[in-house]
């Protein structure tokens, strides 16, 4: 249950990050704005470094395979991509299209067990879900 609530917080700090900086976006620029973010995501987590433990930083340096280390990179186009997207089709259509490809690829990566994770067997059930979930876009931009 923990999971659930704590992935439905995920979703809507997300939207509501999408329009902070979309406004910002509006305000400065998009590469400017995405900086911004990245910044102040670096900021909040030395703050909770800080207060939380403080693991050696060094072990960074043992990630294996290193390219679990592109998150960051991958993280600025997010940001990028959500603020784009969010300003051309708004809030609500740019989110369920995000969703929706999240959803595939993360199913992608389940099913041919990609950077490392569990390989999943194939499911009619989920592809038809997926399926739903497009139809769902097509009616809701209608």
Known sequence: MFGIMI???SGAL???QG?????????????VATGFVQLTAFLVCIVAWLFTGRESISA????????????????????MTVVKSMGDLGPASATLL???????VSYLI????????EKADFSW???LGMGIAVIGII???K
């Open 7 to 9: 992935a439905l917080l």
């Open 60 to 79: 960074i340096g043992s990630v294996s395979p290193k390219y679990l280390l592109l998150g960051g990179v991958i993280g600025a186009f997010i940001t």
């Open 98 to 104: 995000i969703v929706v490809a999240q959803l595939a």
């Open 125 to 127: 059930r989920k592809l």
């Open 19 to 31: 329009v902070f900086n979309t406004g910002v976006t509006k305000q400065t620029s998009l590469w």
């Open 14 to 16: 997300m939207s509501i």
């Open 139 to 141: 009616i809701f931009r």
């Open 110 to 117: 389940e099913l041919f067990g990609l950077f490392g994770a």
